[in-house]
């Protein structure tokens, strides 16, 4: 079984190579488990597409910033929605039911929000908080979502400004983003892995094994790759904050 994978520890970069190394092994191996294909085809194709995202954004660093913005907008519209879940399961009278008018009109707008593409997400978002804000207020302050609703508002704020600064540079918004790529990656990354992990219990043989192994193996070294980038940037920004502090006092 090909052990369990959290891809949004990967960075963009590090996810590029992560794909890259398992389509290499999983290419090696592919008539050992032919129902594999079309998914390996996939995986390819948007691996391309997200490829073709991150030269952009190297290229334009108007890109990489309109990027950023674009991940905020995404989380703090999780943070609202994840709010409203949390909210409908309390006793407290009134919330659970303000909780679920919120739910409700999340729905209406689009729960997988972050699926979207830019220009549909910004449309979406924009009639979401406008409805939140017009109509169901009470509800949102009840639930305690007003600070969370406002952080939404400005995170769309943000991404418009920085979505329009790109146009203006590229005078091209059709291409997708760094964002916008990254999930159906993954997707199809799960979905290949899945394929691969049934074939083992399906039709057990040395092939799969090996290959199971092997993309283990991958996951191992790469989960440490990226867990050891992140130890390096903790312990650098602590230096930082002291260097800082000490120059202050």
Do not use: C, H
């Not at 108007?62 to 309390?90: C, G, H």
């Not at 979502?145 to 790109?166: G, I, K």
């Not at 799960?190 to 040395?206: D, G, N, R, T, Y």
């Not at 290959?211 to 790759?225: C, P």
């Amino acid at each position: 079984m090909i052990q369990s994978t959290n891809f949004a520890l990967f960075p963009s970069e590090e996810l590029y190579s992560f794909t890259k190394k398992s389509v290499i092994l999983i290419d090696e191996k592919k008539t050992t488990v032919s129902a594999v294909e079309p998914f390996l085809s996939i995986t390819k194709t948007r691996l391309e597409e997200f490829k073709n995202a991150l030269d952009r954004e190297a290229k334009n660093p108007l890109v990489k910033i309109r990027t950023q913005e674009a991940t905020n907008q995404i989380d703090a519209f999780m943070a609202l929605r994840k709010q409203a879940e949390s909210a409908s399961t309390r006793k407290k009278a009134g919330v659970a039911e303000a909780a679920y008018v919120i739910i409700e009109v999340v729905r209406k707008y689009g729960w997988i929000m972050q699926r979207l593409g830019q220009k549909t997400r910004l449309t979406q978002l924009e009639g979401l908080i406008t409805e939140l804000k017009t109509k169901y207020s009470a509800e949102v302050t009840a639930i305690g979502a007003t600070e969370l609703l406002e952080e939404l508002e400005q995170a769309q704020a943000d991404f418009l400004v920085a979505d329009t600064n790109v146009v203006r540079s590229e005078n091209n918004n059709n291409d997708p983003t760094v964002t916008e790529t990254r999930q159906p990656l993954t997707d199809s990354l799960k979905q290949m892995f899945q394929i691969i992990s049934l074939q083992e219990v399906a039709a057990p043989s040395a092939s799969v094994s090996a290959l199971i192994a092997s993309l283990n193996e991958l996951i191992t070294t790469s989960l440490a790759t990226v867990k050891a980038s992140d130890t390096r940037a903790e312990n650098k920004k602590k230096t930082d904050d002291s260097k800082t502090a000490t120059t202050t006092n």
